[in-house]
T-cell receptor, first 113, second 115 residues
Framework: DAKTTQPTSMDCAEGRAANLPCNHS???????VYWYRQIHSQGPQYIIH???NNETNEMASLIITEDRKSSTLILPHATLRDTAVYYC??????????????FGTGTRLQVTL | NAGVMQNPRHLVRRRGQEARLRCSPM?????VYWYRQLPEEGLKFMVY????????ESGMPKERFSAEFPKEGPSILRIQQVVRGDSAAYFC?????????????FGEGSWLTVV
């Protein structure tokens, strides 16, 4: 699986948009970008995933650059409950041993008043 | 639709005892993954199972740890002769199938404390 690089930590004011970047310069053409988050002492929560096109759901938007070497997760109106560690993961489309998710260190997002 | 269910949520074991952690995947899911998170560390993959088969156990310690996902019933992660270093959060996840297009969803975890 392609390696990802994320900032260690970020701050965001409540009510503002949180933009979390991720670099995945070695991504291959058929690998998806997944985002999960882990709120303290809870299980990882799926947020969104995408291949080439931008994606949006009720939680967030995912913007993937045209060359697919980087992406940005956008939380449009961050709240205190969005404080968590956010993981950007590139996942192989293959089955078998490649099916698992490999977590890096993520970005610790702190939303403040 | 119930999510991934793990139990017990908290488990305390003395050194040398056995710990059994159970995971019921989401309805319709036949693939299960186990991860471990040591205190103040990241999530580490342990094992990936399909019904009655171990697909990938590359992250499983060679001794004392085993996992199964029988045809009927929950997946079980078993830790024999626990040691203090086994104290961690163990997360189970499930998906409908392998690979892309099959999103993996996680449970809330089982916290093991070895005293």
């Amino acid at each position: 699986d392609a390696k990802t690089t994320q900032p260690t930590s970020m701050d965001c004011a409540e009510g503002r948009a949180a933009n979390l970047p991720c670099n995945h310069s070695t991504i291959s053409g058929n690998e998806y970008v997944y985002w999960y988050r882990q709120i303290h002492s809870q299980g990882p929560q799926y947020i969104i995933h995408g291949l080439k096109n931008n994606e949006t759901n009720e939680m967030a938007s995912l913007i993937i650059t045209e060359d697919r070497k980087s992406s940005t997760l956008i939380l449009p109106h961050a709240t205190l409950r969005d404080t968590a560690v956010y993981y950007c993961i590139v996942r192989s489309p293959h089955t078998g041993t490649a099916s698992k998710l490999t977590f890096g260190t993520g970005t610790r997002l702190q939303v403040t008043l | 639709n119930a999510g991934v269910m793990q139990n017990p949520r908290h488990l305390v074991r003395r050194r040398g005892q056995e710990a059994r952690l159970r995971c019921s995947p989401m309805k319709g899911h036949s693939h299960v993954y186990w991860y471990r998170q040591l205190p103040e560390e990241g999530l580490k993959f342990m094992v990936y199972l399909q019904k009655e088969n171990i697909i990938d156990e590359s992250g499983m310690p060679k001794e004392r740890f085993s996992a199964e996902f029988p045809k009927e019933g929950p997946s079980i992660l078993r830790i024999q002769q626990v040691v203090r270093g086994d104290s961690a959060a163990y997360f189970c996840a499930s998906s409908k199938g392998p690979g892309d297009g099959n999103t993996i969803y996680f449970g809330e975890g089982s916290w093991l404390t070895v005293v």
